[in-house]
């Protein structure tokens, strides 16, 4: 049976992902796909599984899940990223939820389980990732700031069961470019609200950061992948303080 919840996906040439994303979503009655001009077969394949498509240049993260969720017909939203799944248990428990009517609170946090380098990531602050996913658009929406998006509910809130599993990224390399450009959108942002550059934050700031994602958030426990991971987390926020202060330097001497 389907239930009374439109799934929005926000998407960009996620022709390999986009699949396993919609079948996990078949209980939902609505599909809502907001696409940013892909070059793949992402829209033809969200066409054919039934979705709505939108054609949005992308405005953001925040404003761009936002337009999704405003396009949905039905009061009752989960918000899905195009990498992950709704697992079986999750599913079992939203079904549950709407057994008996409408639910008890206006939204509802889901855990998150990350795939990468060849197994499921379960520390170094990667789980259980909650945020809330499914909730009353009336009571609900998207806030925060590029690319940290998250959503503000006017009301209680509760916790399912059951994890969105997610295949973060295709590969190191992936990992790599992804950390590059979320780095430049954090600096652009601390940038044009005004934040200077700080040599005590450019030299302590990601050894800290490799400190709490290795030792006090325990990624030693998931082997050499957790080792990896927390360097590459280190590597981000020097990249974003690194470019916050290259900013500033062009701003000082454009280029001749």
Known sequence: MKLPISACIITLNEERNLPGCLASLDFCSEIVVVDSLSQDQTTEIAGKAGARVIDQAFLGHVKQKQLAVDQASQDWVLC????ERVSEELRDNIQKLFASGEPERWGYEVSRLSFHLGRWIKHGGWYPDRGIRLFDKGHGHWTG??????????????????????????????????????????A?????????????????????????????????LDGLPGFIIAVGAAYSIFLKFAKLWEYHLQNKSPRP
């Open 80 to 83: 899905i990223d195009a990498d």
């Open 145 to 186: 700031y590029d690319p940290h998006d998250r959503v503000e509910i006017e009301g209680p809130i509760g916790r399912l069961k059951g994890d969105l599993t997610h295949y973060v990224f295709r590969d190191l390399p992936h990992n790599v470019e992804t950390n590059n450009k979320y780095s430049s959108i954090m």
């Open 188 to 220: 652009q942002d601390l940038y044009e609200a005004g934040k200077r550059p700080s040599l005590f934050k450019l030299l302590f700031k990601p050894p800290f950061k490799f400190f709490e994602c290795y030792v006090l958030k325990k990624g030693f």
